[in-house]
């Protein structure tokens, strides 16, 4: 509980900015995903980094826990409050506060999401390529290092975060990062504060690199007889030096159920959805070659297009693509893997982890951003039912197991939060404890997102 003067000083900073309602700490504390609903005690809405340091303040004085909020639609329990404490949402902390087009900078709150900072840039050329699906906020999106379906030709978050402002455990507020290209200038902490899930600090601006909206952009989806024959078509067209803006893999299970509920009228069997971005020329010279390629390993009706309704519908139907597999169950919530392994590794592990889902009573389709490495099983389970749960988790945890004997990681884009935190000895050894000492030095009493990526005391 926060105590009654501490929460006095919070009323009185931002009046009904402060909410301690049943509804409002419910939203607070759910997850997309199968974690139970672990509520905070109150929420606060800042409207401008004072605010936020000095909330923080407060916090640090009486040792509440404060975790960081932004569009709550992460995966693994980042923001729910298993020790209670103040949720700070940064939803009214959505501006975009300058847009560089000649540096192809921009600078925002963490509360924009991509889509709003996108509509924003529409008239400058100028676009943002981080697209992990939903309209998740960049604030949130540097917290778990979020990646998506762009990041095989793009990167992910970690590439660009240029510089950060941060709210520090204790109320200090400080910038991280320039807006040079690069800098040899002591410690990257902009680098370590990504990625960092809300536990050293809370971020309240991000400067973002941006990139030129390409001349033209072309779909393609194309069906194997083979999971293999689709993966060797990706490692084959990487290599060849193509570089395709986004590259997915649908199994037959999800082809199945997308035919169904979204009439995509794909072939059944294991596909690959891809995009190519350049000149007119290049990307009709890209979308060629890899039609060759694909003909070459087992593909089957491959089709292109360059209609942006065609664009748009492909890959919204990918990005509702999770829900849609929830709703052939309904009722039922996910645990879902995020493992990422090695691209040469990367059929191995999906052979492995079909078999291990075929042998197992619950469904688990697979898809997966296969230019690098990245795949998700969305292991669907009746959160009420504990042998589901445990069974799912068994799965899961099997097939992080077997990306780390491969050279890979548990989480290639969700982050740990509380689902994967048991994984973290097993991938990290020795460093997990390195973790934990930078942990304590800039959070000594444990209060950012408590519970959450280190080992806990």
């Not at 401008?48 to 909330?55: F, L």
């Not at 320039?178 to 400067?207: C, H, N, P, Q």
């Not at 024959?229 to 299970?253: H, K, N, S």
């Not at 294991?270 to 070459?296: K, M, S, Y």
């Amino acid at each position: 509980m926060i105590p009654a003067d501490a929460l006095s000083e919070l009323v009185s900073m931002l009046g009904e900015r402060l909410t301690t309602g049943k509804s409002d700490l419910a939203l607070h504390g759910r997850s997309e995903t199968w974690h139970p609903e672990m509520p905070p005690d109150a929420v606060a809405y800042p409207d401008d980094t004072g605010e936020v340091a000095a909330i923080v303040a407060v916090c640090a004085r009486h040792g509440i826990p404060v975790i960081g909020w932004g569009t709550g639609t992460a995966l693994e329990g980042h923001a729910s409050a298993p020790r209670g404490g103040l949720t700070v949402d940064f939803r009214r902390m959505d501006r975009v506060l300058e847009v560089a087009a000649e540096d192809m900078l921009v600078r925002v709150q963490p509360g924009c999401t991509r889509e709003a900072l996108n509509t924003e840039l529409r008239a400058t050329g100028l676009m943002f390529p981080v697209d992990p699906g939903a309209n998740a906020s960049l604030g949130g999106m540097a917290s778990t290092r979020a990646s998506g379906t762009t990041a095989v030709r793009y990167g992910t978050m970690h590439d660009h975060v240029r510089a950060l402002e941060v709210v520090l455990a204790d109320g200090r507020v400080i910038r991280t990062g320039t807006r040079a290209a690069k800098s040899s200038a002591g410690y990257d902490l902009t680098a370590l504060f990504v990625g960092a899930e809300g536990t050293l600090g809370l971020i309240t601006e991000l400067t973002l690199k941006l990139h030129g909206v390409p001349e033209a952009i072309s779909a393609a989806v194309c069906g194997f007889d083979t999971t293999e024959g689709a993966i060797d078509a990706v490692i084959l067209a990487m290599q060849m030096g193509l570089a395709p803006a986004r590259m997915e893999y649908v199994d037959l299970a999800t082809v199945r159920i997308l035919n169904a509920a979204d009439d995509a009228g794909l072939p059944e069997m294991p596909h690959l959805l891809l995009e190519f971005h350049g000149t007119e020329e290049g990307v009709a010279a890209d979308a060629a070659r890899f039609g060759e390629i694909a003909a070459d390993l087992g593909g089957h009706d491959y089709r292109w297009a360059t209609r942006a309704e065609d664009r748009t519908r492909l890959w919204s139907m990918r990005h509702r693509a999770y829900h849609t597999i929830l709703a052939t169950r309904p009722g039922a919530t996910a645990i879902v893997t995020d493992v990422c392994v090695p691209i040469s590794a990367l059929g191995q592990a999906i052979g492995r982890a079909t078999a291990e889902i075929d042998a197992s009573p619950l469904d688990g389709p697979i898809l997966g951003h296969v230019g690098d490495g990245n795949y998700h099983a969305i292991l669907m389970v009746d959160r009420a039912d504990p042998a589901e749960v445990a069974e799912a988790k068994r799965l899961s945890d099997a097939m992080v197991t077997h990306a780390l004997e491969l050279g890979g990681t548990a989480t290639g884009e969700h982050g740990v939060g509380l689902g994967k935190l048991h994984l973290m000895e097993a991938e990290h050894g020795r460093a997990w404890d390195v973790m934990g000492a930078v942990k304590r030095a800039l959070d000594p009493d444990g209060l950012m997102n408590p519970g959450k990526l280190v080992r806990q005391n």
